[in-house]
T-cell receptor, first 113, second 117 residues
Framework: QKEVEQNSGPLSVPEGAIASLNCTYSDRGSQSFFWYRQYSGKSPELIMSIYSNGDKEDGRFTAQLNKASQYVSLLIRDSQPSDSATYLCAVKPGGTSYGKLTFGQGTILTVHP | DTGVSQDPRHKITKRGQNVTFRCDPISEHNRLYWYRQTLGQGPEFLTY????????KSRLLSDRFSAERPKGSFSTLEIQRTEQGDSAMYLC???????????????FGPGTRLTVT
């Protein structure tokens, strides 16, 4: 079992729709969770962080965390073509790991006009 | 407030050569990380510094790889005797404790794309 799993997609949604991206993780001791957006040929850009169960909203983005189910998701409302990118889920493992983030392989999102 | 910078942005080298990459973190960030990313995969952790101390290293970091962060400022990553399998994007990130949460958020530089021929 991979430590962080994402559906690689591609996920295709029409402009204006809600895009839903999912991620599961294996380490129950994980405490912090992040979503990064990565455009082709560019480096990852942090868009959301979440640390406690429930929802966290920032503009058109909502991150959802369910630690009991070891599940984190990202919702993008009113999707725009400029949201087309790879979305990476990252988890900071528990235990004595100081700084390492473990990433999923990413979900490719395409928003078509 | 400038972001994380990396140099060079692209490097083409022949197998067996040594290469060195530099990372300058965001100025107030005391934590610095190196990752490697290959096509279609998420970044893989290589190593982590807190100030000048290298506190964590991945098993991916073979003895051909070495990283330093003298004086706790910029960092260098050196790969000796490069192999074609070393071709990847090498990413540097630095982190800051988020106000209110106590958790660290990592911000990435633009990366150095290494091609070993």
């Amino acid at each position: 079992q991979k430590e962080v799993e994402q559906n690689s997609g591609p996920l295709s949604v029409p402009e204006g729709a809600i895009a839903s991206l999912n991620c599961t993780y294996s380490d129950r001791g994980s405490q912090s969770f992040f979503w990064y957006r990565q455009y082709s040929g560019k480096s990852p850009e942090l868009i959301m962080s979440i640390y406690s169960n429930g929802d966290k909203e920032d503009g058109r983005f909502t991150a959802q965390l369910n630690k009991a189910s070891q599940y984190v998701s990202l919702l993008i409302r009113d999707s725009q073509p400029s949201d087309s990118a790879t979305y990476l889920c990252a988890v900071k493992p528990g235990g004595t790991s100081y700084g390492k983030l473990t990433f999923g392989q990413g979900t490719i999102l395409t928003v078509h006009p | 407030d400038t972001g994380v910078s990396q140099d060079p942005r692209h490097k083409i080298t022949k197998r067996g050569q040594n290469v060195t990459f530099r990372c300058d973190p965001i100025s107030e960030h005391n934590r610095l990380y190196w990752y490697r990313q290959t096509l279609g995969q998420g970044p893989e952790f290589l190593t982590y510094f807190q100030n000048e101390a290298q506190l964590e290293k991945s098993r991916l970091l073979s003895d051909r790889f070495s990283a330093e962060r003298p004086k706790g400022s910029f960092s260098t990553l050196e790969i000796q005797r490069t192999e074609q399998g070393d071709s990847a994007m090498y990413l540097c990130a630095s982190s800051l404790k988020a106000t209110g949460t106590g958790f660290y958020e990592q911000y990435f530089g633009p990366g150095t794309r290494l091609t070993v021929t």
